[in-house]
């Protein structure tokens, strides 16, 4: 059945927290988006291992995951999934740059979709960012289609920050006219006053030392490029 015929027949698109008998089919989402990703030249974003399993499940333990779902033939489907956390990120600490402010926000962390329809994971971000109103969120240099999500979203570049859950291999000199680095950029939405939203960042390049090559030299392990939103400077931008 094509997604069309499929979209014809669904009823019911709902975003709900998942629970510990999602995980099956939650386990095959990422495992889709795993051969996908590396499918589109970026094989080393999450590997053959990430998300980890103990992850997700503390992240539905702690109801921090959300799903997209809806009803086709009186069965219910997940469409996508994404944890969404709230307080501070670790990762977020430092960045090669700066935030949009230092206000309370959440984080959009390991979307997926099942492909059953598109847009879905821009369905999830739109959903975010209505909810709350400051959101960050980061992502793989070589993931265009995430890059393309987070920007068409109004995502904006903050900076670069650095993963914490990856090995950090020895340091090499880096080449400032490589034509590849090893950047994520991090995303964050600003929207409604006293919301808070979720980012996502954002890499460029598979060189194998991680490095933010393209932007300020400084080997990193894992490095991702930094976005923000702000509400107020959306309506100006496009007022201009």
């Not at 964050?188 to 390049?205: E, I, K, M, N």
């Amino acid at each position: 059945m094509t997604q069309s015929n499929a979209a014809n027949k669904a009823t019911g698109r709902r975003f709900r927290h998942a629970t510990m008998r999602d995980l099956p089919q939650m386990h095959k989402i990422y495992a889709r988006a795993r051969a996908l990703m590396a499918a589109n030249g970026n094989p080393t974003q999450w590997g053959n291992e990430f998300p980890r399993e103990s992850v997700i499940e503390d992240d539905i333990a702690n109801q921090r995951t959300m799903l997209l779902v809806d009803t086709c033939n009186g069965h219910e489907r997940i469409l996508a999934q994404f944890a969404l956390c709230p307080g501070k990120d670790p990762t977020y600490a430092k960045i090669d740059g700066a935030w949009l402010d230092n206000d309370t926000y959440v984080t959009i962390h390991r979307i997926a979709a099942s492909g059953l329809v598109r847009h879905a994971a821009r369905d999830c971000i739109r959903w975010a960012l209505k909810h709350y109103g400051n959101v960050r969120a980061d992502t793989h240099p070589n993931n265009k289609a995430m890059q393309h999500v987070l920007e068409s979203s109004g995502f904006a570049r903050c900076g670069l920050i650095q993963l914490l859950d990856r090995p950090t291999p020895p340091e090499s000199p880096i080449s400032a006219t490589s034509g590849e680095c090893g950047c994520r950029q991090r995303v964050r939405f600003r929207g409604g006053a006293g919301q808070v939203r979720s980012t996502s960042s954002r890499t460029y390049g598979p060189s194998a030392a991680r490095s933010n090559s393209c932007i300020s030299q400084k080997p990193y392990a894992e490095s991702n490029s930094a976005y923000g939103f702000h509400e107020s400077s959306h309506r100006l931008s496009v007022s201009r």
